[in-house]
């Protein structure tokens, strides 16, 4: 009996160790400072290992990623993903939303946050349709309005922005909901402002405010110093549009000093590229002074997808060519962004995390961006997302880098 259960073991039938081993990629993890060659391996659905060698007869699968980069899965924390029938309702269960797996894999991204397209009267559909059905992980900002955004006069409608019954319906949510959304309010009032940060304040969840656009502008520096608590994020970082709202760099192209200030007190930017908020103009002079955006978001939605802004990797691509070392770019689309939604479970490849995996290969060439204006940056790098796991199963091969050798046809 004994003799039989040792055969089982060392025959040639015997069970790997791990589902997956991504062999000899240069592992970029930076919450667990990781930066170099480096194996990976899953099991389980988890990271099961992370070392100077793991060896490949222990992977049902193994994947070569020599030359490549491997990250943990791309988080983007602004996105519109509440795609629907409704026509008339904008990004609100409507066609300006898109539809997750159609955007993230294919980018290395294997969770999206949703930037407040659904209010409470609109989430549990958003949930049912979206989130529950959904290879990609989505979670939400739950607007402040109940209404979602759904455009027009619903959102400017004040008394639809009710902080108190928004929080009590995010506590219900906690696995989905990790934060409050304010948005596109025109009016010169701070109350939509001052109720989704009570909402947040109500749920102990970060805020994200999209400044409006009233005119003449609100003062930013109110805002970042007065209005908005540590934790609490500005979006639209690299935004310019004068007359109805404040940017972070002035006319001359430097960047105001309370934007440093409110850095130092703790509050967060994010890019929320979308399709008419990413200036060079901004963007270049902010960066070379040091103001970069704490997490790297694209504001995915229809009017985003196909214009300069593309996709999550062309928009990390974009911060290398101005400047970023790699490793500063994955840590503001992964560990920056899990930390400002407090899901620091995610964002990382510490043993026994789920397995959002993304491989990116560098490419060098000749590339070109564009911001909202349609001026081109020339660049000489671009990353693209070979291979994305999300929870231990590969979702996306660009190449078939983890396909089976072809047969004799
Ligand atoms: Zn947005």
């Given at each position: 009996?004994?003799?039989?259960?040792?055969?089982?073991?060392?025959?040639?039938?015997?069970?790997?160790?791990?589902?997956?081993?991504?062999?000899?990629?240069?592992?970029?993890?930076?919450?667990?400072?990781?930066?170099?060659?480096?194996?990976?391996?899953?099991?389980?659905?988890?990271?099961?290992?992370?070392?100077?060698?793991?060896?490949?007869?222990?992977?049902?699968?193994?994947?070569?990623?020599?030359?490549?980069?491997?990250?943990?899965?791309?988080?983007?924390?602004?996105?519109?993903?509440?795609?629907?029938?409704?026509?008339?309702?904008?990004?609100?269960?409507?066609?300006?939303?898109?539809?997750?797996?159609?955007?993230?894999?294919?980018?290395?991204?294997?969770?999206?946050?949703?930037?407040?397209?659904?209010?409470?009267?609109?989430?549990?559909?958003?949930?049912?349709?979206?989130?529950?059905?959904?290879?990609?992980?989505?979670?939400?900002?739950?607007?402040?309005?109940?209404?979602?955004?759904?455009?027009?006069?619903?959102?400017?409608?004040?008394?639809?922005?009710?902080?108190?019954?928004?929080?009590?319906?995010?506590?219900?949510?906690?696995?989905?909901?990790?934060?409050?959304?304010?948005?596109?309010?025109?009016?010169?009032?701070?109350?939509?402002?001052?109720?989704?940060?009570?909402?947040?304040?109500?749920?102990?969840?970060?805020?994200?405010?999209?400044?409006?656009?009233?005119?003449?502008?609100?003062?930013?520096?109110?805002?970042?110093?007065?209005?908005?608590?540590?934790?609490?994020?500005?979006?639209?970082?690299?935004?310019?549009?004068?007359?109805?709202?404040?940017?972070?760099?002035?006319?001359?192209?430097?960047?105001?000093?309370?934007?440093?200030?409110?850095?130092?007190?703790?509050?967060?930017?994010?890019?929320?590229?979308?399709?008419?908020?990413?200036?060079?103009?901004?963007?270049?002079?902010?960066?070379?002074?040091?103001?970069?955006?704490?997490?790297?978001?694209?504001?995915?939605?229809?009017?985003?997808?196909?214009?300069?802004?593309?996709?999550?990797?062309?928009?990390?691509?974009?911060?290398?060519?101005?400047?970023?070392?790699?490793?500063?770019?994955?840590?503001?689309?992964?560990?920056?962004?899990?930390?400002?939604?407090?899901?620091?479970?995610?964002?990382?490849?510490?043993?026994?995390?789920?397995?959002?995996?993304?491989?990116?290969?560098?490419?060098?060439?000749?590339?070109?961006?564009?911001?909202?204006?349609?001026?081109?940056?020339?660049?000489?790098?671009?990353?693209?997302?070979?291979?994305?796991?999300?929870?231990?199963?590969?979702?996306?091969?660009?190449?078939?880098?983890?396909?089976?050798?072809m047969k004799k046809y």
């Open positions: 009996m004994v003799i039989a259960v040792l055969l089982m073991l060392s025959g040639p039938g015997m069970a790997q160790t791990y589902s997956i081993v991504i062999k000899g990629g240069h592992i970029i993890d930076p919450k667990n400072n990781i930066d170099g060659v480096m194996d990976l391996a899953i099991k389980d659905g988890k990271i099961a290992l992370v070392a100077k060698s793991i060896d490949e007869k222990e992977g049902k699968q193994v994947i070569d990623a020599r030359n490549m980069y491997v990250t943990p899965g791309i988080i983007d924390i602004h996105v519109h993903v509440f795609n629907g029938t409704k026509y008339e309702q904008a990004l609100m269960n409507g066609p300006n939303s898109v539809g997750p797996d159609e955007f993230s894999f294919r980018a290395g991204v294997t969770t999206f946050v949703d930037a407040g397209s659904s209010g409470w009267r609109g989430f549990q559909d958003f949930k049912k349709q979206t989130i529950d059905i959904s290879q990609t992980r989505v979670l939400a900002f739950l607007n402040i309005v109940g209404e979602g955004m759904r455009g027009g006069p619903f959102e400017q409608n004040i008394k639809d922005m009710e902080a108190r019954k928004t929080a009590e319906f995010a506590k219900k949510f906690p696995a989905e909901i990790v934060g409050i959304k304010l948005a596109h309010y025109v009016g010169h009032e701070w109350a939509p402002t001052d109720s989704t940060v009570e909402a947040g304040r109500l749920t102990d969840l970060p805020v994200m405010i999209d400044f409006g656009g009233s005119e003449p502008p609100l003062s930013l520096e109110e805002l970042l110093m007065k209005h908005l608590r540590p934790g609490d994020i500005f979006t639209h970082a690299y935004a310019y549009w004068p007359k109805t709202r404040e940017a972070p760099v002035d006319e001359n192209g430097k960047v105001k000093p309370y934007i440093f200030e409110a850095q130092k007190r703790g509050i967060i930017f994010d890019v929320g590229h979308g399709g008419g908020s990413f200036f060079w103009s901004q963007a270049i002079p902010a960066i070379r002074q040091g103001f970069i955006a704490d997490a790297i978001s694209t504001d995915l939605h229809t009017g985003s997808m196909n214009s300069g802004m593309k996709d999550m990797s062309n928009l990390m691509s974009k911060f290398l060519n101005m400047g970023l070392s790699i490793q500063d770019v994955i840590m503001r689309s992964t560990w920056n962004p899990a930390k400002i939604i407090k899901r620091t479970e995610l964002g990382n490849l510490s043993v026994g995390s789920e397995a959002d995996v993304a491989i990116f290969n560098l490419g060098k060439g000749d590339f070109g961006f564009l911001d909202i204006t349609g001026e081109k940056m020339e660049g000489t790098q671009k990353l693209i997302a070979e291979l994305t796991i999300r929870a231990g199963k590969i979702v996306w091969d660009l190449n078939g880098i983890a396909g089976s050798e």
